[in-house]
């Protein structure tokens, strides 16, 4: 069982990395392609992403020695079809006129490594039949093909990197592996069917766009992060100033510049579908925008300031400093909180009469059909009065 538990477990460990690397890329495609990130839909591609890493590393690990690869002399490749089946009835303790042998036989690796490989993809065509709405035929295509990646991965001693195989290449296992897709195709259809389907999950997805929350506000302040914190980097290789000043010019120009350039969106609301607008609809959307950045870059300022103000300050001074920087940026805090609250605005949007609105383009099929209901009845209204 150890030959199992080191890939998974080294999988286990790893995989929050790959999943924070891929977040930020997923929640852009998510908003821009659905209007918003449904938490089933997260659930289950990166649970997928979990099982093909797991399923990789069951393939390649534990990686051994190059130098006693070298030397291994056996064979390449098994190219006999159904071989399993024999040396299952041929050497096993299997006898079909006795029962008594049937349980040992079931616990013998002349049974339970054919089925791990049969047990393997089974939930890649669970996968492939519930989500992606795959075919039988396109099921038995893409467990055949995902196996003899592996298969190929093995044969080619880890895609060259090793001076020859060290794991077999096994056409049992390409046979075994595409059966598992294909009863993952049926376990779905057969079982599975009340799980929520893919265009529902889009439906909540759009239903749920118009909404701006704080995961969405979130993402965009993580991009907008991070190409100020690149900017800084290259201005600062080519002015010899304090870092400090840098950063802060490049901050507080940043988010103004862009949303009046881009009508109320930085690069980062640009990306995942959302820009400023005054919340009363009226006036000048430029002044609100420069009014709401100077309202919180003036704060910003002020607790950098006070920030670096408690290194030189002297007691009893630094104490009563240390009080009013710790409040106030309790108060910002607790602020940022309160912004999980549906709708809610941060004090710079109060004071600056904006929000954040989507500009996703999707009407949700509910609301859409509702719309066309309401016309036709409305339509229908205005015939029968002027027939009347």
């Known amino acids: 069982m150890d030959a199992y538990f080191l890939p998974i477990g080294t999988a286990a460990w790893q995989f929050p990395i790959v999943a924070a690397l891929l977040t930020v890329p997923y929640a852009i495609y998510s908003y821009r392609r659905y209007g918003a990130v449904s938490a089933y839909r997260s659930l289950l591609l990166f649970s997928m992403l979990f099982y093909l890493q797991c399923m990789f590393y069951l393939v390649i690990l534990p990686l051994p020695d190059p130098m006693e690869v070298a030397k291994m002399t056996g064979p390449y490749a098994e190219l006999v079809p159904f071989k399993n089946v024999y040396e299952f009835f041929a050497k096993s303790s299997f006898d079909v006129t006795r029962v008594s042998t049937w349980p040992g036989a079931l616990r013998e690796p002349y049974f339970l490594e054919p089925m791990f490989n049969l047990l393997l993809t089974l939930p890649f065509g669970v996968y492939l039949a519930y989500y992606f709405k795959k075919s039988l035929k396109r099921v038995i295509l893409f467990s055949f093909l995902l196996s003899a990646f592996f298969e190929l991965t093995q044969l080619t001693g ?15 296992d390409l046979l075994l592996n595409t059966l598992g897709g294909v009863c993952g195709y049926f376990v779905y259809a057969r079982f599975l069917r009340m799980l929520p389907s893919k265009s529902r999950i889009d439906e909540r997805s759009r239903e749920r766009s118009a909404r701006v929350g704080f995961t969405r506000r979130l993402v965009a302040l993580l991009i907008d992060s991070f190409i100020v914190s690149a900017m800084g980097a290259l201005v600062e290789r080519f002015v010899k100033i304090d870092a400090f000043l840098i950063y802060g010019a490049v901050f507080f120009a940043y988010y103004p510049a862009f949303a009046l350039a881009l009508r109320g969106a930085t690069p980062g609301k640009l990306l995942v579908k959302i820009r400023i607008e005054r919340a009363d609809g009226a006036g000048s959307p430029a002044l609100a925008i420069c009014a709401r ?12 300031i006070a920030s670096r103000l408690l290194s030189y300050v002297e007691p009893p001074h630094r104490t009563a400093l240390a009080v009013v920087y710790l409040s106030f940026a309790a108060l910002a805090f607790l602020d940022l909180l309160l912004s999980f609250r549906r709708d809610r605005r941060l004090w710079y949007e109060l004071l600056s009469k904006t929000k954040n609105v989507s500009r996703f383009a999707g009407v949700p099929d509910s609301r859409a059909r509702k719309s066309d209901a309401k016309a036709q009845t409305d339509a229908a209204g205005e015939d029968g009065e002027k027939d009347g």
């Open 158 to 172: 880890l895609f060259f990197l090793y001076p020859r195989p060290y794991r077999l290449f096994d056409v049992n």
């Open 293 to 304: 950045y100077a309202a919180r870059n003036a704060f910003m300022l002020a607790l950098q």
